[in-house]
């Protein structure tokens, strides 16, 4: 069995902020033309640094916002690479109390060495290609912790309980890992005293065939437990079936009764979507690859499955008048994105679809969203049009009410999902932009990359730009604002 390294890391700071503020950096950018029943609170250049994932997290009374970072814009060739922007990328910690005035209060630096690079300088502070694209918090034992993803290298855990001083306390990695992602962790205590996290991951030398999960009991983080692997058949060690597709992200129900975990293949095309069973996927046969599983969906060739965001229990309104029990008009669903890419939308559009998944192995999609092209002339804007995620945090001001949908150049989309049967769009927000703002993928552009978004108790919402926007502190208005009123 290939063993995983688990390093404890003596308690010693990591981090300040950086003194040095981007050169040419903006003053607060003006409202954005084309909103509506949205408006904008506050906003934080992050030094122009592009922007992959937000978090957001009460800490007492404050509210801390951490912002995961991609690697520095490459505008040359592989051959001749050209990098703009701050380097050193990799997480930045906000002071978001008073949203109108985000106050950085540290930076990490992230993993030097992404996708193979030789600089010579290829340190965590100077590499442009340093990034560290997804995190989660959680409260255990009375602190705050952060596992943050490291491309090739892992995963770090953080004591962030004094934000301002981020202390490394764990670090699980494997020799030759080539692959890590989207990371989800519960942090709430399970019956068993389990916190588990679930970590996409590829070492390329332990016999799996493409990036699985591993899953770890984080209820010390300090000291991380491992429980299991897990792929769909075909990705395991040993396996004759056909390589599938490796794993992308997980979406999380393990609250209701049905305690399931959604497992999301290949965000951009030939994708996936399968349910699991929680329990039987923690405490059943670790090496069985099939008990768990409650389904699975493969998409088209050309369409993936980025993020799956789980509204169970949905009382739909529609079959209020139907002569139904209770029991059949409450019925499980499960909101499922694929991931946008390309330039200028010349790749296969992704899509956002509704699913009721209520029985097992018996899923269906019930209905769908796209933002019309024509109403913001997006494709002529340059860079992505189209889904990438959702908010992934459950509040329960949004909850069952309203979900936000990043949609990189159309900016960022509230939806209503209390009617499951149609989802209504019911405000939006485009950010301008800015001096900072550049983007490149297929073609250069100086135009907005909403790449994430998440939500918080206070009825705000939070997006980050993948071209260095900056962060936008968002709040609804008008008839949305009602809906969480």
Known sequence: MRKIAICLVAAAAIVGVPTMALAGAVSFPAEAPTAHNMKLVGWHSLDGRPAYHPHIQQQGSRWILYVAEHVTINSGTSQAPVYVGPRGNGTSILDVTNPTKPK???????????????????????????????????????????????????????????PENPVKKAYIFDVGQTNTHKINWECETDAKGRSVAYLPWRTGGDGWKGVYLKIYNLADPEHPVFIRNYGRPGLEPGSTLPTPSGVHHTGLDPQTPRKRVYVNYSCCSTGAFQILDRDELLDGNPTDMVAPSRGIWDAPTYLGVHT?????????????????????????????????GGNGCNRQRQLTQMWDVTQDFKGWVVSGYQVPEASGDFCSKGGRFGPHGSNEQITQKFHNKLVAISYFNGGVRMLDVRQPFWLEEVAYYIPRPNQNT??????CASVIQTNNVEVDERGLVYIVDRAGTGTHILELTGDARKIIE
């Open 104 to 162: 950085l209060l540290a930076h990490l630096p992230g993993n030097a060495g992404v996708g193979g690079a030789t600089e010579s300088d290829a340190t965590a502070a100077t590499s442009p290609r340093s990034e560290a694209r997804s995190m989660r918090v959680c409260e255990r034992n009375s602190k705050f912790y952060m596992i943050r993803q490291m491309p090739q290298a892992g995963y770090e855990i953080y004591d962030v309980t004094v």
């Open 308 to 340: 799956t965001y789980a509204l169970p229990g949905l009382v739909n309104p529609e079959l209020a008048v139907d002569k139904l029990t209770d029991e059949q008009k409450y019925r499980d669903y499960a909101l499922v994105i694929g991931e946008a």
């Open 438 to 443: 550049f983007y490149c993928d297929e073609g």
